[in-house]
């Protein structure tokens, strides 16, 4: 079965404290990886797309990797404003283009 | 703004009634998606639209849902006799033309409560 599964589920961290979030996942025929912010009442904002195992992606302080397994989004010297549920999908062959999510990690981070 | 808009932002409902929620995407974009997020879990896939043709709606949880996008622009998410587990936050994505590997950007989404 398609399947993505993130941990934590929450991650309280103070502010400058590095982390990474995980994304794990089974599909068969991966077409691309996903990474999505969503803050309370909002719909879920693009962050990163990953294609194939050994890309990485930046954008100030986050960075993305992806292996044939799973996806790591890397937190570098958090603030509070990094606070929000960070959400990974992947789309896969034979699916047309329809995303599976997982249910997110939920991030705290306190000055 | 040039982003997706949706429409109501909230909807309150009683058990039974119909309720329609609608979806306005980026200009241009040719696929459009429904997700339906309860709260605390991630979007789960409803149907997909390409123009005005509907390529999948494996993810409908019933036949009470309905969606069309008759003109391939706005489009319309139907639910009949709405129940009580209908409660959710009803997500819209635009993508542009569109293979498995285009980002697809969302819309605020609309909060459907049933009573």
């Known amino acids: 079965e398609d399947q993505v599964t993130q941990s934590p589920e929450a991650l309280r961290l103070q502010e400058g404290e590095s982390s990474s979030l995980n994304c794990s996942y089974t599909?068969?025929?991966?077409?691309?990886l996903f990474w999505y912010r969503q803050d309370p009442g909002k719909g879920p904002e693009f962050l990163f797309t990953l294609y194939s195992a050994g890309e990485e992606k930046e954008k100030e302080r986050l960075k993305a990797t992806l292996t044939k397994k799973e996806s790591f989004l890397h937190i570098t010297a958090p603030k509070p404003e990094d606070s929000a549920t960070y959400l990974c999908a992947v789309s896969f062959s034979g699916g047309y283009n329809k995303l599976i999510f997982g249910a997110g990690t939920r991030l705290a981070v306190h000055p | 703004g040039a982003g997706v808009s949706q429409s109501p932002r909230y909807k309150v409902a009683k058990r039974g009634q119909d309720v329609a929620l609608r979806c306005d995407p980026i200009s241009g974009h040719v696929s459009l998606f429904w997700y339906q997020q309860a709260l605390g879990q991630g979007p789960e896939f409803l149907t997909y639209f390409q123009n005005e043709a509907q390529l999948d709606k494996s993810g409908l949880p019933s036949d009470r849902f309905f969606a069309e996008r008759p003109e391939g622009s706005v489009s319309t998410l139907k639910i009949q006799r709405t129940q009580q587990e209908d409660s959710a936050v009803y997500l819209c994505?635009?993508?542009?033309?569109?293979?498995?590997?285009?980002?697809?950007?969302f819309g605020p989404g609309t909060r459907l409560t049933v009573t």
């Open positions: 599909v068969s025929g991966l077409r691309g």
């Open positions: 994505a635009s993508s542009l033309p569109g293979t498995s590997r285009s980002e697809q950007y």
